[in-house]
């Protein structure tokens, strides 16, 4: 597609139920990160893939949340057990390359997000 | 740890009025450094970015940044601002893979 797409765009479960999120990366791009964005706070870091690969897991803040991307494309960020803290909007990125250094960074495209409600 | 501050939470101008939005860093180096701009229900989008050289970058939608190794910031500018302009703003700094984002300033522009 022309861009970064994510799925579902608006997500509302009860607490304790896993959620599964979706983010389809421009074709082609290597590099795919997740964040979240929590009520007037900035962007948080939760995970970045290389290709399949997370080299980076530091951002994730517990056990309960989880990351996979499967044939260096889509990526799914699972949330178990879901907690009321947990709301926040998911926002998803891709670039063509990584960030090894500071030469091979690229810009991130970002998704639309999934607004993501634990009541 | 590198961090980024955004002093506004909220700033309101009038159409037409000059617009300056704050970003200050923690980091031993120079960063890289962008701003980005999120409009309701959309995506993160790049304004400018500042890698080296230059210390006034321009951007699109006619956004300009400068620079300032002195002070560790990087604010953000436009000479006239539109009501389109009306949106989030993210500041956000970059290095070895680590982005970190301000917490964003709220624009309100008035008619």
């Known amino acids: 597609g022309a861009g970064v797409s994510q799925s579902p765009s608006n997500k509302v479960t009860e607490k304790g139920k896993d959620v599964e999120l979706r983010c389809d990366p421009i074709s082609g791009h290597t590099a795919l990160y997740w964040y979240r964005q929590s009520l007037g706070q900035g962007l948080e870091f939760l995970i970045y893939f290389q290709g399949n690969s997370a080299p980076d897991k530091s951002g994730l803040p517990s056990d309960r949340f989880s990351a996979e991307r499967t044939g260096g494309s889509v990526s799914t960020l699972t949330i178990q057990r879901t907690q009321q803290e947990d709301s926040a909007v998911y926002l998803c990125a891709s670039s063509p390359k990584t960030g090894t250094s500071g030469a091979a960074y690229n810009e991130q495209f970002f998704g639309p997000g999934t607004r993501l409600t634990v009541l | 740890a590198q961090s980024v501050t955004q002093p506004d939470i909220h700033i309101t101008v009038s159409e037409g009025a000059s617009l300056e939005l704050r970003c200050n860093y923690s980091?031993?180096?120079?960063?890289?450094l962008f701003w980005y701009v999120q409009s309701p229900g959309q995506g993160l989008q790049l304004l400018l970015k500042y890698f080296s050289g230059d210390t006034l970058v321009q951007g699109i939608k006619g956004f300009e940044a400068e620079f300032k190794r002195s002070q560790s910031s990087f604010n953000l500018r436009k000479p006239s601002v539109h009501w389109s302009d009306a949106a989030e703003y993210f500041c956000?700094?970059?290095?070895?893979?680590?982005?970190?984002f301000g917490a964003g300033t709220r624009l309100t522009v008035k008619p």
């Open positions: 956000a700094v970059y290095n070895n893979n680590d982005m970190r």
């Open positions: 980091y031993g180096a120079t960063p890289y």
